[in-house]
Structure formats: C-alpha cells, structure tokens
C-alpha cells in the first residue's frame, strides 16, 4: 500500500475540496486556516514530515477516540462505556467496511458529529478541536486500521447512472422505472435489481423486469451475472470491472428479442480533479440463437460532485450509443447507431445518502421515427449502510 501521508496524492485532493466548502461555512475556521497554508509549504518542505503527521493522527485517535472504538478500531462491546453508547460502533479494522466507507463521509462524520450523516449522536463531533488537516490525517490513520487488504476503496463508488455499466461493487437494492409513450401507446417497465458482494472484488446480481404494454402487463425477462473488480487504484481515482449477466426472457410473447441473451460488458470510473466523476462501459448483447441481431452498446457519464454531502442533488450527463450488429435493408435499415442523450440527477434523499433517487430523460439524438424518449426514475438503496428507514 503507498504510504498514504507522503505526499499529496490525488485522494487527498479530493478530501481537501471539504475543507474548502467547510470553511465557506466556518468564519472563524478560515483565519486559521489561512495562517496554515501560509505554513503549508514550510512544513511540508520538512523531513519527516509525513512520520510526524501520521505520528499526530496516531495520537489523536489514541487519546480522542478509543474509550469508543477500541485501540485497533474495534470496539470492545463488553465495555462499560460501549455498553453505555446504545450503539456498538462498527469496527474499523474489517476490511470491508473500512474499505468502502468514502474518506469524505469520515471527514463529515468526525468533523460534525454522528448526526450529521444519520448516524448516532453518540459519535461527538471533532471540528472545534481539530482542524481539517488532523481530521483529514486522522481519517488517512483510520484507513491503516485494516492493514494491507484487495478491497477498491469506496473513494471509487461513483453514483449510479441511468444507462452506464457501474464498476464498484455494491450491497444495493435498485428499483428501476422506465416509462415511454412510443406511438401513443403508453409503457413502463419496472426493473427489481439485487447486488450483494462477494470476498474482495466480485458482486452478483439478479434482476427481474415486469413490463405493462397499453394496460398489458407481464414479466418480461429475469437476469443473472456478476462482475469482478479488475483493477482500482484509489490515489489515481480509477477502478477497472468486467462483468457479465445472462438475460432470460419470460412469459412475454411480444417481446422483440426473446432468445436467451449474453451480455458481457467492461465498466470504467474515474475522478476528474476533485468535483468531476467520469464512468464509461461497453457492452454486447448476444442473442445466443441469432448472434447476429445483438448490438454493442457504448455509454459515458460526467457528474458534477458539488459538494461532500450526501444529501444533495447532483446533476449528470450521459451519452448512450447502441451500434446494432446487422442493420437491415431498404425501408428498415437502421443508421450505424442509435444516439441518445441523458441529462439527469443523483438527488440524495438520507442524511447518509444510502437511499438515493436518480431521474433523468432519455432523448433520441437520431432514428427519431423508431425511437421515442424515456423517463427515468431509479430508486437506490444501499443496504451496507443501513436499514432503508436509518439515518434519514
Ligand atoms: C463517545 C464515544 C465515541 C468517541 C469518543 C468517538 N466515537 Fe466515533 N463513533 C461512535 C459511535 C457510537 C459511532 C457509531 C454511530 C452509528 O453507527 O450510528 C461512531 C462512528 C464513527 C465513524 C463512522 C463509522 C461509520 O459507520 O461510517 C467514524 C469514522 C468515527 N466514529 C471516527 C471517530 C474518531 C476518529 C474519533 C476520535 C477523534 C471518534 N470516532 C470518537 C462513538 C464515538
């Protein structure tokens, strides 16, 4: 693991932006801050500086916060003072829940207390006993608590776009609503997702999509797959998946494409500078009979992440392109590919952002004769974070 105090890579950039918005809120706050980036290049200039810092964090977590979370990070639930708090906090030495808590929510959580990400009260805020750069370096110590461990870090669990392949492994319910009025003829088509991680880098999935045509509804198709975390690297903001589902239609006898279909598909994520998130995917779709009517898709999204706080709106825009295999003759040929664009919102609705909405509309670039747009409505539930109805 590279040493997380040396140096200013980019993940602390990205926790740095919260200082930032922090002190818009904190008058006082920024006159001392100010006073210490005057000092900034002195003291980084130092030898040893990096030792002496996390030596710092060290220190602090051991007089401020061990009564609570225990010497390792794991708490010791027989304790009086545990006992006492009405709530075990989690244990920061598991990998897992170490490795995909965001460095930005530990920032809020210690700086403005439990409460201010839904969490316990009992968790005290920090911010009027240490600026954001001991918090910052406290959270950079709580990201050693669980030694060396393959989990992608958190810092890379980009937000859910509407068409986008996600790359980060979740624990996610996803209940997705499509709705078109293509020739007049009104449709939705209601997709149930269910993600659970599995050891380190893989996660399944399972969905089901019920689909009503014209007040005619029926189940149209069950999938099954996973995808597995092929490379993340949190310093560089970048985290690498493959994946594939299984797609099986049901009882739907209209359904265009109704032989079993492959769809294997690679997804990509990255920070662009401290507010900007890019995901891209490619995907096929391999009717297993008639390989020759698949297509590939291709698809990118830029978000805008304004500010650490979960519960917010963020705006996004996607670019979708499906690139059909055979693209028929005469009256029916179809162009190269259809185009469609995505313009939508992450709106946060939980204090701790696990329950979260996505809205956008999908509006045909080309084909418009074939293709009509769609609205969109998905709602996320991240359930490693807790029950649908905490923290709100
Ligand atoms: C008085 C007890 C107490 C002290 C002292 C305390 N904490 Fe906590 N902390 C809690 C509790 C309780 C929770 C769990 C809240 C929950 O799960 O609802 C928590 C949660 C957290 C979390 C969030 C974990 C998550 O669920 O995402 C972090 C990070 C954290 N504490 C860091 C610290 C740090 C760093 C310090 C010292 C500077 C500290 N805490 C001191 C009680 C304490």
């Known amino acids: 693991m590279a ?111 439990g409460s201010a990400l839904g969490l316990s009260d009992r968790m005290p805020a920090f911010g009027g006993q240490l600026d954001e750069r001991e918090i910052q370096d406290l959270v950079l110590y709580l990201k050693t608590l669980s030694g060396e461990h393959g989990y992608p870090s958190g810092d890379l669990n980009f937000f859910l776009p509407l068409r986008t392949r996600k790359a980060f492994p979740e ?60 490379f993340s690297d949190a310093d560089a903001g970048f985290i690498a998946t493959a994946g594939a589902t299984v797609g099986f239609p049901l009882e739907d006898e209209r359904s265009v494409r109704r032989d079993t279909e492959i769809l294997p598909f690679l997804a990509f994520g990255k920070w662009l500078g401290p507010s900007f998130t890019v995901q891209a995917s490619t995907r096929a779709k391999l009717p297993v009979d008639r390989v020759r009517r698949g297509s590939v898709e291709l698809s990118g999204i830029v978000h805008w992440v304004h500010t650490p706080w979960p519960r917010a709106i963020f705006p996004g825009l996607e670019l979708f392109a499906e690139i059909p295999f055979d693209h028929g003759a005469g009256a029916a040929r179809v162009d190269f590919a259809q185009v469609s664009i995505l313009p939508q919102v992450r709106v946060g609705l939980s204090k701790r952002g696990h329950v979260a909405l996505n809205l956008g509309v999908e509006l045909p670039l080309n084909e418009r004769d074939r293709y009509d747009s769609r609205a969109y409505l998905d709602l996320i539930w991240d359930f490693a974070d807790g029950p649908f109805w905490a923290g709100w």
């Open 3 to 113: 040493d997380p105090f040396a140096g200013s890579g980019a993940a602390i950039d990205r926790v740095r932006v919260h200082r930032v918005a922090a002190f818009r809120r904190r008058g006082p706050a920024l006159l001392l801050a100010s006073a210490w980036l005057a000092f900034a290049p002195f003291v980084r200039a130092e030898n040893g500086d990096a030792e002496a810092r996390r030596e710092r964090a060290a220190e602090h977590f051991r007089t401020l916060c061990t009564t609570c979370h225990g010497p390792t990070g794991q708490p010791d639930p027989d304790s009086a003072v545990v006992e006492a708090l009405g709530v075990v906090p989690a244990n920061l030495a598991d990998p897992l829940f170490n490795s995909r808590e965001p460095k930005r929510d530990w920032m809020l959580v210690i700086r403005d207390g």
């Open 171 to 230: 624990d996610e319910w996803v209940w997705k609503l499509r709705f078109t009025d293509q020739d007049e003829r009104p449709q939705w088509r209601n997709t149930l997702e269910f993600e659970k991680r599995i050891g380190r880098r893989f996660q399944s999935v399972l969905e089901l999509t019920h689909r009503v045509d014209d007040g005619d509804g029926s189940f149209e198709k069950f999938e099954a797959g996973g995808k597995y975390v092929l």
